[in-house]
DNA sequence: TATATTTATAGCATAACTGCTATAATAATT
DNA sequence: AATTATTATAGCAGTTATGCTATAAATATA
């Protein structure tokens, strides 16, 4: 994350998470599916709908996607959801 | 309509995806994963810090969660991501 | 029945997602 | 090296997700 971000974001105590651990995860998670089902981040994009600004967000983790923007990549490379979500989460040790 | 209103309509026309029978598959496979793991909305919403409104919304279909979100009830579920996401997306046929 | 618990709905304010457009940076190809 | 293709970045406008608070409806329990 840029200095500026982290600097406005300490300020507003914002409300709305952002898991950057699990964003990154999808990330890596979805370059990896699209070129594997030999997709350009354009074709990717021009095929789904979604703009190619909007593709390039999501690989670079900058964004937090709505699942409705996944699902329209998961059709897009028509590959399985779970496939998308094939990768694990630290989870938080709690628990009685 | 006229076409005056047209055309200032189909500028303002960039109205957002809204994949509603994605949403919908999610917000079964929610409440049935929620419930399979003796979560009560309150609870779910409480310990991962959600508010309980998101929780009701999601699980009506009402709303386009973020990945974050769906992470943050994952972690609480304390199951594997690719269970929430262990339905089907109808496939666009096409390709080739 | 009554009471408590759980789930659903509603409005508001704020943060942020997305499309759009343009440009820059990087990688691939000739 | 030059050209092309691909990926990354940036700012703006419009729409929406989210938290918060309150209330209503539905469901379970006594």
């Known amino acids: ?13 914002r409300k709305l998470i952002f ?9 890596i998670q979805l ?12 074709q990717l994009a021009f095929e789904s709908g979604l703009s190619l600004s909007q593709i390039a967000r999501i ?3 900058r964004i937090n996607p709505t699942l409705s923007t996944v699902f329209a990549i998961a059709r ?7 496939d998308l979500f094939n990768f694990e989460l ?7």
Chains 1, 2 share one sequence.
């Open 90 to 96: 630290s989870q938080k040790e709690n628990n009685v």
């Open 76 to 82: 897009t490379l028509n590959v399985p959801l779970a």
């Open 31 to 42: 370059k990896k599916i699209r070129i594997r089902e030999g997709f350009s981040q354009s």
């Open 59 to 61: 690989e670079t983790a």
């Open 19 to 27: 898991d950057e651990e699990g964003i990154k995860a999808f990330a």
């Open 1 to 13: 994350m840029k200095l500026s971000a982290m600097i406005s974001r300490q300020k507003v105590d």
